[in-house]
Nanobody
């Protein structure tokens, strides 16, 4: 079992910045892709950004140029640097980790979510 702990969510004014962190712990064998998703009230959860174990990243069009995802493999941690925040970025942000266990079985783990609120 793998546990994810997220932090960094907060209330911030439009144009401001936040940095989210997500650390995996527990029975970790091999972490592949790590990513951030978000869910605004009344909307479906959507992809924000992902990063492979080799460091290749992808972004939703809505955050390109403003957000940056990174990871520290030694710490089993993924980060999301969010700049130039807009009110439409308001959502609960979830971390997701693609994990492979010793038997070669893949499983996705999700964090509990951290609230990001951007005021206008």
């Amino acid at each position: 079992q793998v546990q994810l702990v997220e932090s960094g969510g907060d209330l911030v004014q439009a144009g401001g910045s936040l940095r989210l962190s997500c650390t995996a712990s527990g029975n970790i064998f091999s972490i592949n892709a790590m990513g951030w998703y978000r869910q605004a009230p009344g909307k479906q959860r959507e992809l924000v950004a992902t990063i492979t174990s080799g460091g290749t990243s992808t972004y939703a069009d809505s955050v390109k140029g403003r957000f940056a995802i990174s990871r520290d493999n030694a710490k089993n941690t993924v980060y999301l640097q969010m700049n130039s925040l807009k009110p439409e970025d308001t959502a609960v942000y979830y971390c997701k980790v693609d994990h492979r266990n010793r038997l070669g079985v893949y499983f996705n783990y999700w964090g509990q979510g951290t609230q990001v609120t951007v005021s206008s």
